[in-house]
């Protein structure tokens, strides 16, 4: 198409913003037709963020080098105290350190 | 429209800039990983998801097929499903087209700030909701081209330690979701299942199995018999 936008990646766009906007829709739709969600339903999908989340950094953390992992486990630490910004500044100072500092 | 109503909206929407930065964020990481500048953009302005946009960043990198990357947005973006269910006593009102841009408006703290509003004033009219969204639309959008611009000129992204931003990204927004009920037996499931799954199955395919066995494990457990408090809430950034 051009330098800017690769057919492929342009309709690989274009299908995530359609499966996101039938999320968006889909629990209106739902409750409007099913009134009220079944227990475990409700409990599956309310899991659904924390489970799919959690594929992204465990294995980073279990797989990684040093540097990875003690990053990683400090975020753990700084992420119950403080805001998400606070704990990715915290973690970026942490890894430049460790790999410029440390060499790791 | 009431442009004392939008601009109230606006107002609304004024905590979120708080979250501006993620918007650098997803911008600097798409293009150093190799997603063009009108790429980024689109997605932005198409997706309007932060975490699922960095999902599929970071799929897009492993050579995964179209599909998977199709279906881990829509899994990231599952969350949704609840928040427009709970939306739906506040749409009756709204138009058709209305309703239609309200829900493609409907994010984490678009979702948070309304409730706000709501619990504050006993009204959420469309004019405001717009408000509150073309703010947070608007930051999102130019963020991400700022972030974008400026990624293309990063040369090495492990020397500036851009690869471990993404788990730490991610283990954040897990963090955020501590005080939802069965959280420790979801994530603790999710990271032993999908941590051996890369090792035995392979990339993509722990992240699908991972989450899955989560989500298993969240289906099967007891139900509980007081509705959980924490369950629907959102947290105050864009996910």
């Not at chain 2, 979801?186 to 199955?201: E, F, M, N, P, W």
């Amino acid at each position: 198409m051009s330098d800017q936008f690769h057919l492929d990646m342009v309709l690989l766009i274009l299908a995530s913003a359609i499966v996101t906007y039938l999320t968006r829709i889909g629990g209106y739709v739902l409750i409007t037709r099913l009134k009220t969600m079944p227990p475990r339903l409700e409990a599956a999908l309310n899991a659904v963020p924390a489970a799919v989340l959690t594929t992204l950094w465990a294995p980073a953390f279990v797989y990684g080098g040093y540097d990875v992992k003690i990053t990683i486990a400090a975020a753990l630490v700084i992420g119950l105290r403080y805001s998400q910004i606070v704990t990715i500044v915290a973690a970026l100072a942490i890894i430049l350190l460790l790999r410029h500092g440390f060499g790791l | 429209m009431n442009s004392r109503e939008f601009l109230l909206g606006v107002r609304g929407g004024l905590p979120v800039l708080a979250s501006a930065p993620f918007g650098l964020l997803f911008g600097a990481l798409a293009t150093a990983n190799g997603v063009t500048f009108g790429e980024a953009s689109l997605m932005s302005a198409t997706i309007y998801a932060g975490a699922s946009q960095i999902v599929g960043i970071e799929l897009f990198g492993q050579h995964v097929p179209a599909w998977l990357v199709v279906l881990s947005v829509f899994a990231v973006n599952f969350r949704h499903i609840l928040y427009s269910a709970a939306l739906a006593p506040f749409v009756r009102e709204f138009g058709v087209l209305q309703r239609a841009l309200t829900f493609f408006l409907l994010t984490d703290p678009q979702f948070a700030e309304s409730l706000r509003h709501y619990e504050k004033t006993k009204s959420l009219t469309f004019t405001w909701y717009l408000g509150c969204g073309t703010l947070i639309y608007g930051q999102w959008l130019i963020m991400t081209m700022v972030g974008a611009y400026f990624g293309q000129l990063i040369g090495d992204p492990h020397a500036l330690g851009l690869d471990v931003l993404l788990p730490v990204y991610f283990l954040g927004l897990v963090i955020g979701f501590r005080k939802r009920s069965r959280f420790l037996p979801i994530v603790g499931t999710s990271a032993i299942a999908s941590t051996l799954a890369l090792k035995l199955v392979g990339s993509p395919w722990h992240v699908s199995i991972g989450a899955i066995a989560g989500v298993a494990v969240a289906a099967l457990l007891p139900v509980r018999t007081t509705p959980d408090q924490n369950g629907a809430q959102p947290k105050a950034v864009v996910e």
